[in-house]
């Protein structure tokens, strides 16, 4: 982007944060920023190109030009009563909102909390959204400084404008007087109007993905004249699919490879573009080639040679950047002066590279945006799209996939080949691939929102080593699951091995694996182990229907296979029958007639049939004293006739909404037969048996979010005190001592004493049991007095909070002799009971030990979590995890997810405990770090279940400032 794109943001008070990367309805880009005094130029340049009927609509009179009284009006601001916002596209205004403080009489103020906002947008560029993401970030700005409410009059006749506001969602008052319609709206996020602003999200990055995808035109950009380069590669794979336009009678022949030292210097320029054409239709589909130092005449595979993006005649929808990294700023300048949509970046050497690549990858990207074109890169292996109508391969595979409904996305160009090799050697077609290397601009997140719409795509395959917006991801994941299943492969699962050149928050750096297991859990997505994992559950997936229940019918010719698939079967929690033996001499009648057997029985929601080679004269026979067999050219290696039944029995599992799969050994040409009929063929019962039971979990998962959408729900708790709660927050916040942590490494979380965070908890009818200090017999006897025997005497200092191990407690103290004795024990064993911190605390009902925790991740949002104390959580690390906020049934499934959880309901004969207590109290932690942002952690350990009632008898409350900005401002590009 040129320097004069930007803003001065030397300018004294300029709210840098205020600048964003946007998207438009159609998919293209553009910068929202505050609008200075440098503008001028821009402001009058923008209103000449303003029809005369826009200029009597924005000003309700005549206005041709802007005096110069009106330009310094519309150019300084105050940033906080006056304020101006500009969409901007290669440094020109498009569009300006502006916004007027007033008092309650509507004159100008410096105090009041409402404001008049009008808008201004160039006809050509209305209808593609401009004016509602103007509005959508002049409402946060406005609200940041403290105005809750929008004024505006509009004229009748001006439609397009009261659509805007009355289609933003939020609460408004609406009158009609001289003329004029006045609106009024607080700018307060309703529930409507976060589905308005998360609606036309989705529809711009599906439509962004959607333009990359099916390109009219496509440039590469570095098509060297030397046929090993990556550009050359990148042509040729274009003119697979693309018919290759006559070169000019004028043009020289093809030329010849260039000695080596000279490729290299042409390579290091930007590339070279050539025109040919695919005919769909009677719509051609140009695919040029440029190169910077081509001689005049050059034609490259058949087609001529551009030295220029500039020079091409018509327009060109996609480039792709294959030249060094220092020739990649210019090239991306000349496509946004050719009017270029989209980027496909090859070029490596950026983050991946260090620091100063990571600035040059967002100086690429901001200045691809700013001249209204996407990024797939840098360091990106390509798009691919089999769509008959457009087809495109602008990558480095060198053959289109064949046509299916598989979408992948991969941030890996190895992992990208691997893909696309597994799928070519399954025989599953692809809808639409994606490799998008370090991921700077155009993500994962895109490319769910453009297959949500994609009816081509029936399944999503997902190979990912980070994410840039987790939080975003979930939601989008969460209603594309809701259609269409999710597979993914998650790389990079230990902190602190994020590959290399990924954009991602610092916040994201650390994201926890347990973290990204709720998330996905909570989101639908099935996560795997393996790409071979991956494929087998996808291809269940995409071709058997989903499994109405857990119950497993498993049918062969093998008894041994039968007991590997039953026991698998158990292992990954489906419920089995016992395998039918058909014994190894089954034909294709018996397995037919026992296939039609078990589809049919109510109580079978799948089949597994299991298959080995069939033993027998038909099959094997001895020949000069050796068994014959598969291996044997005259042998085959399967029975026709199993086959046969299979695909019947194939058709009428699909009829009854029943999968079935085949777990086979060494039948190497059954999965063949197979695959015309969607009997999906796995080479081991293992394999065959994750795959059923991913399909399975994730039908579950389907019902139960339908069931949820109609029947979940927040139920309203009494005893919540909101705003009791915030006032203690802020008054903690704003101590000396908190002031100061801000300025610590790790950020401003501070951890609130025992009793404010009793305190705190209570408004939200969280009661802790008291605990009063112990730091001598006299006193220590004196609290149990107090609190009433028995008691508990116990260490609370950090080193020992939590380690009975050590020694640190002691409990069923039921009078003062007991208690004088215990203290005297602690005091000696621990080091002295002011170092220990010993206190008194009256002995909880017996049950289960349990611990509840909250935790906001910066990524994430909140998480709450549970398990049981002790060796199962911190040992075992048997915890379970849900999204804050959580509904009743999300509490009632964590506390039955972990692995403990009999223990809660009458183990061996025990009795069983509350949980109807502990849901409530789950629910009353997860309201709190729902409503008051501020609380970082809430940590409740141990929280003791009894058969009637519970109690908690530690807390810890850790408060942090509220971050910037949220997942709940305005549509913004990410700027990483």
Request: hydrophobic share 45%.
């Amino acid at each position: 982007m040129d320097d004069s794109a930007v803003a001065n943001p030397e300018q004294p008070d300029y709210p840098q944060h205020w600048e964003a990367d946007i998207l438009l309805r159609d998919g293209g880009t553009a910068r929202i920023r505050p609008i200075t005094p440098d503008d001028a130029g821009r402001l009058v340049e923008f209103y000449e190109q303003v029809s005369d009927q826009s200029k009597y609509f924005r000003f309700f009179a005549p206005y041709p030009r802007l005096s110069d009284k009106d330009v310094r009006r519309f150019t300084h601001h105050d940033f906080v009563n006056r304020v101006g916002l500009a969409v901007v596209i290669r440094d020109h205004f498009i569009a300006t909102v502006r916004y007027d403080r007033i008092d309650a009489d509507g004159r100008p103020s410096d105090t009041g909390t409402e404001a008049e906002v009008a808008f201004l947008v160039q006809d050509a560029h209305q209808g593609r959204g401009v004016a509602s993401a103007l509005l959508e970030h002049i409402a946060a700005v406005a609200q940041e400084r403290g105005i809750r409410r929008f004024q505006a009059e509009v004229l009748p006749e001006n439609r397009k404008m009261v659509k805007v506001f009355t289609d933003a969602g939020y609460t408004q008052r609406r009158s009609f007087a001289d003329g004029v319609v006045h609106l009024d709206f607080d700018l307060e996020q309703t529930d409507r109007s976060l589905a308005v602003m998360r609606a036309r999200e989705h529809r711009a990055e599906a439509r962004s993905v959607q333009r990359l995808l099916t390109p009219r035109s496509v440039a590469v950009i570095g098509a060297s004249r030397h046929p090993q380069t990556v550009g050359r590669a990148i042509l040729r794979d274009l003119l697979g699919t693309f018919e290759p336009e006559p070169a000019a009678p004028e043009a020289a022949p093809e030329a010849a490879p260039e000695p080596a030292d000279r490729a290299d210097a042409g390579e290091q320029q930007a590339g070279a573009e050539q025109g040919r054409e695919q005919q769909v239709g009677a719509q051609p589909r140009p695919v040029y080639a440029v190169n910077r130092n081509a001689p005049p005449g050059t034609v490259l595979d058949g087609v001529p040679v551009h030295r220029s993006v500039l020079d091409i005649p018509g327009p060109v929808d996609l480039a792709v950047i294959a030249v060094p990294e220092g020739a990649v700023p210019a090239a991306v300048a000349e496509c946004g002066a050719h009017g270029v949509q989209g980027l496909v970046v090859v070029t490596a050497g950026y983050a991946e590279t260090g620091v100063d690549g990571r600035d040059r990858q967002r100086a690429l990207v901001r200045q691809a945006r700013a001249a209204g074109m996407r990024v797939v890169g840098p360091n990106a292996f390509g798009l691919i799209n089999t769509d008959p109508a457009v087809p495109l391969n602008a990558s480095l595979a060198p053959h289109l996939p064949g046509r299916g409904g598989f979408g992948i996305f991969c941030q890996s160009g190895a992992i990208g080949v691997a893909l696309l090799e597994a799928a070519h050697r399954r025989g599953l077609g692809v809808s639409s691939f994606a490799s998008v290397g370090n991921r700077a601009d155009v993500s994962g997140n895109d490319f769910l929102q453009y297959w949500a719409e994609d009816d081509a795509t029936e399944v999503v395959l997902l190979y990912l080593e980070s994410f840039g917006n987790p939080r975003k991801f979930t939601r989008i994941a969460r209603r594309l699951a809701a259609v269409k299943p999710i597979v993914v492969v998650k790389g990079a699962r230990h902190t602190g091995s994020l590959p290399p050149g990924h954009a991602v928050p610092a916040t994201a750096t650390g994201l926890r694996d347990a973290t990204v297991d709720a998330l996905f859990e909570q989101a639908g997505v099935i996560r795997v182990e393996t790409i071979t994992e991956l494929y087998d559950t996808g291809e269940l997936l995409g071709l058997q229907p989903l499994p109405p229940g857990d119950r497993v019918a498993v049918v062969g010719n093998s008894d041994s296979m039968g007991l590997l698939t039953y026991d698998a079967c158990l292992s990954a929690g489906l419920r089995p029958r016992t395998p039918v033996d058909l014994t190894t001499a089954a034909t294709g009648e018996n397995f037919r007639i026992a296939l039609d057997v078990a589809l049919s029985d109510p109580a079978v929601d799948a089949v597994i049939a299991v298959a080995i080679p069939p033993i027998g004269t038909s099959a094997h026979a001895f020949m000069g004293g050796r068994l014959t067999g598969p291996d044997d050219p005259e042998m085959g290696s399967d029975d026709p006739e199993i086959a046969t039944a299979l695909l019947e029995a194939g058709v009428r599992a699909r009829e009854l909404g029943k999968p079935l799969v085949l777990a086979h050994l060494a039948l190497t040409d059954l999965p063949a037969r197979l695959r015309p009929g969607g009997v999906p063929a796995f080479a081991a019962p293992e394999r065959a048996v994750r795959a059923l039971a991913n399909a399975v979990h994730y039908a579950q998962w389907r019902r139960r979010t339908a069931v949820a959408e109609e029947t979940a729900r927040v139920p309203e708790l009494d005893r919540i005190d909101e705003p009791g709660a915030r006032a203690l927050v802020e008054a903690a916040l704003s101590t000396r001592t908190a002031i100061a942590a801000r300025t610590q490494p790790g950020g401003a979380r501070i951890t609130l004493p025992d009793v404010g965070a009793r305190e705190l908890l209570a408004r939200y009818g969280i009661d802790v049991s008291p605990t009063l200090p112990a730091p001598d017999e006299e006193t220590a006897v004196r609290a149990a007095e107090a609190l009433g025997y028995p008691v508990a005497l116990k260490a609370t200092a950090p080193h020992l909070r939590h380690r009975p191990d050590l020694g640190s407690v002691r409990l069923d103290l039921t009078g003062e002799p007991g208690l004088r004795r215990a203290h005297r024990e602690l005091d000696a064993l621990l080091g002295g009971a002011a170092q220990a911190e010993l206190v008194v605390q009256r002995l909880a009902p017996r049950g289960v030990d349990t611990v509840i925790g909250a935790t906001v991740d910066p990524a994430v949002g909140a998480i709450l979590s549970f398990g049981l104390a002790g060796a199962p959580a911190e040992l075992l690390g048997d915890v379970a995890h849900r999204l804050v906020p959580a509904t009743d049934q999300d509490v009632a499934g964590l506390v039955r997810e972990v692995r403990a959880a009999p223990l809660l309901f009458g183990w061996r004969g025990a009795e069983a405990v509350d949980t109807g207590a502990l849901e409530e109290l789950l629910l009353r932690v997860s309201q709190l770090v729902d409503d008051v942002p501020e609380v970082a952690s809430v940590d409740l350990e141990p929280v003791v279940v009894a058969p009637y009632g519970l109690a908690i008898l530690g807390a810890r409350v850790r408060l942090a400032p509220l971050p910037v900005r949220s997942d709940l401002g305005p549509r913004a590009m990410s700027t990483l």
